[in-house]
């Protein structure tokens, strides 16, 4: 392999996912496609880095002083879902069945990693809160042991009042699998999230 083509490569396999061998298809691929189609990639790129940011209400990605979702006026200011990352907005927002606002986190509690609550914005979640008369705060972390932990501790430092409730997203089985493939704790979820049928 040519020097650049390593490089290419060994750059490519810093992004999540990445494996050595998928990242020498994609510079394979790269290198097939016309120089102004690569610009185009790269522009997009770097325009991205320069142009996002934190929106300073929900820490989604924004190139706006807020992001759309926190400007919509048809969303309730009651429900505040509370994710890991933009990404996580992205997915529930493909459901059509959110329609409150998100709060991103910026990650989740990992002392391995040294990730502590005050590398996250939870002290931001609670000060956004408290500031609201009714609000239900919905737990959306990832399904880890980083993400029950974190959420375990929102629940543990959101002061309980009156007009509060703070819930956490149920867990299942996914459509179309079989219960006989499902691991114990995707069960026991699923039990637990269970509702009365109508």
């Given at each position: 392999?040519?020097?650049?083509?390593?490089?290419?490569?060994?750059?490519?396999?810093?992004?999540?996912?990445?494996?050595?061998?998928?990242?020498?298809?994609?510079?394979f691929?790269?290198?097939?496609?016309?120089?102004?189609?690569v610009?185009?990639?790269?522009?997009?790129?770097?325009e991205?880095?320069?142009?996002?940011?934190?929106?300073?209400?929900?820490?989604?990605?924004?190139?706006?002083e807020?992001?759309?979702?926190?400007?919509?006026?048809l969303?309730?200011?009651?429900?505040?879902?509370?994710?890991e990352?933009?990404?996580?907005?992205?997915?529930?927002?493909?459901?059509?069945?959110?329609?409150?606002l998100?709060?991103?986190?910026?990650?989740?509690?990992?002392?391995?990693d040294?990730?502590?609550?005050?590398?996250?914005?939870i002290?931001?979640?609670v000060?956004?809160?408290?500031?609201?008369?009714?609000v239900?705060?919905i737990?959306?972390?990832?399904?880890?042991?980083?993400g029950?932990?974190?959420?375990?501790?929102?629940?543990?430092?959101i002061?309980?009042?009156q007009?509060?409730?703070?819930?956490?997203?149920?867990?299942?089985l996914?459509i179309?699998?079989?219960?006989?493939?499902?691991?114990?704790?995707?069960?026991?979820?699923?039990l637990?999230?269970?509702?009365?049928?109508?």
């Open positions: 392999m040519t020097r650049l083509l390593e490089r290419l490569s060994d750059l490519l396999t810093q992004l999540p996912g990445i494996g050595r061998k998928t990242a020498q298809r994609i510079s691929y790269l290198l097939k496609l016309r120089p102004e189609e610009q185009a990639l790269a522009d997009a790129m770097v991205a880095k320069l142009k996002l940011r934190p929106c300073p209400a929900c820490f989604n990605l924004t190139e706006n807020r992001c759309e979702i926190c400007l919509d006026a969303r309730d200011p009651g429900l505040i879902c509370v994710v990352t933009p990404a996580d907005i992205i997915a529930l927002e493909r459901s059509h069945s959110f329609h409150g998100y709060h991103v986190l910026g990650g989740a509690l990992s002392p391995l040294d990730v502590g609550p005050e590398d996250l914005h002290s931001e979640l000060k956004r809160v408290e500031t609201l008369p009714q239900e705060v737990v959306a972390t990832n399904p880890t042991t980083e029950e932990a974190t959420a375990a501790y929102i629940a543990r430092v002061p309980k009042r007009g509060l409730k703070v819930t956490r997203i149920a867990r299942g996914p179309g699998s079989d219960l006989d493939l499902a691991d114990e704790v995707t069960l026991t979820r699923a637990e999230g269970r509702r009365e049928l109508p």
